[in-house]
């Protein structure tokens, strides 16, 4: 079992920028690690996955801007998001997949609000 813990949310104006950290329990070597977002009134969604491979994958409305990346020393996952746009305003989760005898397990955060307004 994996816990994770989503940290560097806030309120962000237009055109900036912020830092979303992902502390692992335990480590995180090989395992596949993703970002997905809910805003308001909308399905969550997947902004970006990086498989334990170091293989990453985007949604197209955030590539360019969100670089994902993993600190394996560290258990840790990052996004950082550039230029932000008001649509990206919602809670980001972080997400953690792990199998066992070929069933996946998924592994969720609680969520750190991002705000982008101006």
């Known amino acids: 079992q994996v816990q994770l813990v989503e940290s560097g949310g806030g309120l962000v104006q237009p055109g900036g920028s912020l830092r979303l950290s992902c502390a692992a329990s335990?480590?995180?070597?090989?395992?596949?690690m993703g970002w997905y977002r809910q805003g308001p009134g909308k399905q969550r969604e997947l902004v970006a996955f990086m498989t334990g491979g170091g293989t990453t994958n985007y949604v197209d409305s955030v590539k360019g801007r969100f670089t994902i990346s993993r600190d394996n020393a560290k258990n840790t996952v990052y996004l950082q998001m550039n230029s932000l746009k008001p649509e990206d305003t919602a809670v980001y989760y972080c997400?953690?997949?792990?199998?066992?005898?070929?069933?996946?397990?998924?592994?969720w955060g609680q969520g750190t609000q991002v705000t982008v307004s101006s």
């Open positions: 997400n953690a997949v792990l199998y066992k005898y070929a069933i996946r397990y998924d592994y």
């Open positions: 335990g480590s995180i070597f090989s395992i596949d």
